[in-house]
Nanobody
Framework: QVQLVGSGGGLVQAGGSLRLSCAAS????????MGWFRQAPGKEREFVAA????????YYADSVKGRFTISRDNAKNTVYLQMNSLKPEDTAVYYC????????????????WGRGTQVTVSS
């Protein structure tokens, strides 16, 4: 099993940056695809980014491409989401998740989920 704990959310002005972290417990972290999803009020959860188990490949939603960067440190069992040039429409609860397949943007493929962390971008 993999247990995930996300952190790093907060309030930031439009154009600012935040870095989210997701710490994992369990021996299988380094073999998992890791992803970030988000859910805004009144909207469905949507895919943001994913990274292959070895960090050798990444995959982004079009809405964040060029602004967000996903990375991982398998020695620390942690995955990161660097968010730059934030926009008010990026406001959401962000979730990290783990999957056994790559690439995938489907939440159905992710078996393990962390508790969300709130990101609020003011205009």
């Amino acid at each position: 099993q993999v247990q995930l704990v996300g952190s790093g959310g907060g309030l930031v002005q439009a154009g600012g940056s935040l870095r989210l972290s997701c710490a994992a417990s369990g021996r299988t972290f380094s073999s998992k695809t890791m992803g970030w999803f988000r859910q805004a009020p009144g909207k469905e959860r949507e895919f943001v980014a994913a990274i292959k188990w070895n960090g050798g490949s990444t995959y982004y939603a079009d809405s964040v491409k060029g602004r967000f960067t996903i990375s991982r440190d398998n020695a620390k069992n942690t995955v990161y989401l660097q968010m730059n040039s934030l926009k008010p429409e990026d406001t959401a609860v962000y979730y990290c998740a783990a999957a056994n397949v790559y690439p995938t943007s489907s939440s159905n493929d992710y078996s393990y989920w962390g508790r969300g962390t709130q990101v609020t971008v003011s205009s």
